[in-house]
């Protein structure tokens, strides 16, 4: 059986539109951000969607209800794909950081194994929920599927469907309401396309 998996980063959410860090925390959709989602929705009819899970975290969870109010879908909340824990930099300015503290961010980034940020969640605790939950999508009987999720857990789910270590995590770049599909047969994924964004271009 094949499997469809369309992976949707959430959409705008304020800390997103204030270049705030949010890992853990909660804030809600923009105006903009639910426009996004509702085009999002717009792109999904066709796809035949059987399921929707989503993350707990409000951006993420306003997103797929967004998707499944259009869709007459339900949706499944499923912890393991909340966004990772960026630990103490939490709710502050990205860019600030990069002017204080660059070093450390650019290590971060160009190798979240070697550097992980300070008290950030484990990157092994991170990789055994997201490669959990990804075992059990494998196995459930919905051949299309949507998962919402946001940028770092996404990227984790591109990662170790197709081999690449969790060092490359942030080598994949996925924006708000960025559509990849993973086609899933013969036991192996195949990357279809990463972070297509066509239903946005009429904003």
């Not at 499944?76 to 960026?86: A, Q, Y």
């Not at 994924?189 to 972070?195: D, I, P, Q, T, W």
């Amino acid at each position: 059986m094949e499997k469809r998996l369309y992976l949707l980063r959430h959409a705008q959410s304020e800390y997103n539109e204030k270049g705030i860090f949010q890992g853990r925390l909660n804030s809600d959709l923009t105006p903009l951000g639910f426009v996004q989602a509702r085009l999002s929705a717009q792109e999904l009819l066709d796809k035949n969607l059987q399921v929707i899970y989503s993350s707990p975290q409000k951006r993420a969870y306003k997103t797929a209800l967004t998707v499944a109010d259009v869709l007459g879908l339900e949706v499944i909340v499923d912890d393991r794909i909340r966004e990772m824990s960026f630990g103490v930099y939490e709710g502050r300015n990205f860019w600030e950081l990069m002017e204080k503290e660059g070093h450390i961010l650019r290590a971060w980034l160009s190798n979240p194994l070697k550097n992980p940020l300070p008290t950030q969640e484990g990157i092994e605790e991170f990789k055994e929920r997201v490669e959990s939950f990804l075992k059990d999508v494998i196995q459930n009987p919905y051949e299309n599927i949507l998962i919402v999720a946001h940028g770092g857990t996404l990227h984790a789910l591109v990662c170790l469907s197709l081999g690449f270590g969790l060092e490359n995590l942030w080598n994949i770049h996925m924006d708000n309401t960025g559509f990849t599909l993973l086609v899933y047969k013969d036991g192996k994924f195949e990357l279809k396309y990463l972070n297509r964004l066509c239903h946005r271009d009429g904003l």
